[in-house]
T-cell receptor, first 112, second 116 residues
Framework: GDSVTQMEGPVTLSEEAFLTINCTYTATGYPSLFWYVQYPGEGLQLLLKATKADDKGSNKGFEATYRKETTSFHLEKGSVQVSDSAVYFCALKLGSQGNLIFGKGTKLSVKP | GAGVSQSPSNKVTEKGKDVELRCDPISGHTALYWYRQRLGQGLEFLIYFQGNSAPDKSGLPSDRFSAERTGESVSTLTIQRTQQEDSAVYLC??????????????FGEGSRLTVL
């Protein structure tokens, strides 16, 4: 079935370090791909999305490129901040209807 | 409203009692979802409502769980005879669906359920 696999956490980085969180997917069709973020004590928020192959989603300095050939949607940021500490979820959705399928989440801690 | 609203934000109950959790989606959103997030875990899909179609109940973990939605408005998730393993944050989300949209989900802040 359709699924999302993302790297296990927790990930601990120093401020200004480079971040990559890997995400790969399995889907029967052509999904839209999403990264959601959950800051401590808050609800899930959409961070970025991409709807077709080679699209790049970006927001708040984060980027992810939809790679159909490798079925991946890795999240990157060039210089993380303490305020980026959160749990990051990769997700896919087939069409405008239907369920959003999540990965298990990756907890990021950024130290000053 | 401006966002998805859930109530109560916190609920503590005794094992064996029934609980009801409420979700008020974003106005105009045709789809509504319930997810469960246990401590330190990912999101577990429970149920999905789309317009007037029959809901997708494939994620409900047992027949103690049920949900209803009134038209394209409020939804209630009911857990009967609660067990300690039901302790979790229950998240509601809504989305706009239609041609040409990706249907991204907008989440409420969740209802934290603790079963003693």
């Amino acid at each position: 079935g359709d699924s999302v696999t993302q790297m296990e956490g927790p990930v601990t980085l120093s401020e200004e370090a480079f971040l990559t969180i890997n995400c790969t997917y399995t889907a029967t069709g052509y999904p839209s791909l999403f990264w959601y973020v959950q800051y401590p004590g808050e609800g899930l928020q959409l961070l970025l999305k991409a709807t077709k192959a080679d699209d790049k989603g970006s927001n708040k300095g984060f980027e992810a490129t939809y790679r159909k050939e490798t079925t991946s949607f890795h999240l990157e940021k060039g210089s993380v901040q303490v305020s980026d500490s959160a749990v990051y979820f990769c997700a896919l959705k087939l069409g405008s209807q239907g369920n959003l399928i999540f990965g298990k989440g990756t907890k990021l801690s950024v130290k000053p | 409203g401006a966002g998805v609203s859930q109530s109560p934000s916190n609920k503590v109950t005794e094992k064996g009692k029934d609980v009801e959790l409420r979700c008020d989606p974003i106005s105009g959103h045709t789809a509504l979802y319930w997810y469960r997030q246990r401590l330190g875990q990912g999101l577990e899909f429970l149920i999905y409502f789309q317009g007037n179609s029959a809901p997708d109940k494939s994620g409900l973990p047992s027949d103690r769980f049920s949900a209803e939605r009134t038209g394209e408005s409020v939804s209630t998730l009911t857990i009967q005879r609660t067990q300690q393993e039901d302790s979790a944050v229950y998240l509601c989300a809504s989305s706009w669906t239609g041609t040409g949209v990706t249907g991204e989900l907008f989440f409420g802040e969740g209802s934290r359920l603790t079963v003693l």
